[in-house]
């Protein structure tokens, strides 16, 4: 049972290039979060997907895309990426109760 | 809107030593209470939480009280261990689909 998964562990990009970041959960659960945590503001909530087929966004949804593949996969799309972007993104899920469970989160750099 | 405010760190404590760490929050109705912890290098994990007013949390000698008078939930622990140095972040849920809303986080460092 690994839990949340996340790849990659670190990316850097350049100015414009794209990428995605997978997450994928093995314990079953409807909801799935994409955060981004920076120095000083703690995690902020970027897109969630109530269940599979729905996304909807959080705080701070621009420059990102989001797709729910399935129950278990929810990936997080950078089309150009900016260094503003530069941050730790981490993938949570969440079953029936409160806890959210939190992937080990990719360190992604755009320069 | 909802907010969450923590006292800034870091925090540094000797082993052994009393923790506090405070924790505001501003929400709409009658919100969920939570504090995670991240480890060095890992992902956040859930301490303890809270439902209601007066419900009391603990976990691993931590414990905080959801308080709806101060609209408080301070994270307290009697006797700390270097195994505790991490980041800990106070967040509230206030919505049926899960989501939370984060304070900045506060990083404890303990020393032997």
């Known amino acids: 049972n690994a839990g949340v998964t996340q790849t990659p562990k670190f990316q850097v990009l350049k100015t414009g290039q794209s990428m995605t970041l997978q997450c994928a959960q093995d314990?079953?659960?409807?909801?799935m979060y994409w955060y981004r945590q920076d120095p000083g503001m703690g995690l902020r909530l970027i897109y969630y997907?109530?269940?599979?087929?729905?996304?909807d966004k959080g705080e701070v949804p621009n420059g990102y895309n989001v797709s729910r593949l399935n129950k278990r996969e929810f990936s997080l799309r950078l089309e150009s990426a900016a260094p503003s972007q530069t941050s730790v993104y981490f993938c949570?899920?969440?079953?029936?109760?409160?806890?959210?469970?939190f992937g080990p989160g990719t360190r992604l750099t755009v320069l | 809107g909802n907010s969450v405010t923590q006292m800034e760190g870091p925090v540094t404590l000797s082993e052994e030593a009393f923790l506090t760490i405070n924790c505001t929050y501003t929400?709409?109705?009658?919100?969920?209470l939570f504090w995670y912890v991240q480890y060095p290098g890992e992902g956040l994990q859930l301490l303890l939480k809270?439902?209601?007013?007066?419900d009391k949390g603990s976990n691993k000698g931590f414990e905080a009280t959801y308080r709806k008078e101060t609209t408080s939930f301070h994270l307290e622990k009697g006797s700390v261990q270097v195994s505790d140095s991490a980041v800990y972040f106070c967040?509230?849920?206030?919505?049926?689909?899960?989501?939370?809303?984060f304070g900045a986080g506060t990083q404890v460092v303990v020393t032997p």
């Open positions: 949570a899920s969440r079953g029936g109760g409160d806890e959210q469970f």
């Open positions: 314990m079953n659960h409807n909801s």
């Open positions: 997907s109530a269940s599979e087929g729905t996304t």
């Open positions: 967040a509230l849920g206030t919505d049926s689909w899960g989501k939370l809303q």
């Open positions: 809270a439902t209601k007013a007066d």
């Open positions: 929400a709409t109705g009658y919100p969920s």
